[in-house]
């Protein structure tokens, strides 16, 4: 009996329907011509590189600890010992980077197109959502190493939470699972990592993927009318063709730049230089020349604003019809964060 014939008697499902729905659904699915161009092929790339994240993840959990005593050797024991284990291990933490570098540009593409404009402000939010679940793992996973700089920075991050206005205390609480960074405090970063945030990550992409397919993708602004093509052959190529460039640039940045281990953290040693992640940059700089308290709520607004701009736009847009709003806000985003990242790792001494 063949194959097919096997599968159809015990999965007796109309498979030609199922064709023609999967070919009309995705292969036929129409793509504004603009997307031809590879800047706007941006949006697959996040979900790839969440793929490889979700499966590096997996590979480590097999051999991670996750307690304070053996924590930071098992991370050594991968690193050292575990066959191949420095390049999954240099994958996942390069991958980390390298979606948070691709969701941001994936939005500032958005951004400056207007692609959230009506009816697509849902899913703008949920882009939004997504980035921020995605800063979650970043920070919480940094953590697990148990190393002098994920401790301090775990200590510094969570003591920012505090000067959250009304409800910084229980936040902190909630966090450190106590009142200083602890056992607890791991225990509860790796179930954020694990648990929580990774089925949260894929519901939110699940939607945004659902309702991309209900409305489409979005026309350029003035230029609507212009013409489709069908995404198989050409967008999904592309596609592949993004799946191999990242899996060649995490294995050259995994093997020339593998992940250290750097020293065990000490509670009672204070590193000289504490520092986050480059996408943590502007938060600590904020924080930094501002009181904590003010530093935070302004951090809040701006997070306000920034989830509710598509609403905020049409509103000003509005009133100033002229006025290219989301340009102007744009660059002068774009600008201070790349002063602020120049200032904070390139021009500060370490």
């Known amino acids: 009996m063949k194959i097919k014939e096997w599968i159809v008697e015990r999965f007796p499902i109309d498979y030609g329907r199922f064709v023609e729905i999967s070919e009309k659904v995705f292969a036929k699915e129409p793509i504004p011509l603009h997307y031809k161009k590879w800047w706007f092929a941006t949006g697959a790339a996040p979900l790839l590189l969440i793929m490889f994240q979700i499966v590096t993840g997996i590979l480590l959990m097999f051999y991670y600890i996750p307690s304070p005593e053996m924590a930071y050797e098992s991370v050594r024991y991968i690193t050292e010992e575990v066959r191949f284990g420095f390049w999954i291990r240099g994958l996942h933490r390069w991958g980390s980077n390298l979606l948070i570098m691709a969701l941001i540009l994936h939005i500032i593409r958005v951004f ?59 936040l902190l609480q909630f966090f450190r699972g106590g009142e200083e960074v602890s056992a607890n405090t791991l225990t509860r970063f790796f179930t954020f990592h694990v648990t929580l945030l990774p089925p949260l990550l894929l519901f939110l992409m699940f939607v945004h993927i659902f309702i991309l397919r209900l409305h489409g993708m979005a026309e350029l602004e003035g230029r609507e009318g212009e013409g489709f093509y069908a995404f198989y052959p050409e967008h999904f190529f592309k596609v592949v063709i993004l799946t191999l460039f990242f899996v060649a640039v995490l294995s050259t940045l995994s093997v020339m730049s593998p992940p250290g281990m750097g020293e065990p953290a000490d509670p009672a040693v204070t590193p000289a230089h504490i520092k986050p992640e480059w996408y943590f940059i502007f938060v600590y700089f904020a924080l930094k020349v501002m009181p904590m308290q003010v530093g935070m709520s302004v951090l809040m607004i701006l997070g306000l604003f920034f989830v509710f701009w598509p609403f905020i736009d049409e509103f000003i847009g509005k009133r100033v019809p002229n006025l290219k709003i989301h340009y102007v806000v744009g660059a002068a985003a774009i600008l201070i964060f790349l002063l602020v990242i120049a200032k904070e790792i390139l021009l500060t001494p370490h």
């Open 112 to 170: 400056f197109t207007r692609a959230y404009r009506r009816p697509r402000e849902l899913n703008w939010m949920i882009g939004v959502g997504l980035l921020g679940i995605c800063l979650g793992l970043s920070l919480t996973g940094y953590s697990l190493i148990q190393n002098q700089v994920s401790y301090w920075a775990t200590t510094v991050g969570t003591n920012s939470v505090k000067s959250v206005p009304i409800i910084g205390n229980a």
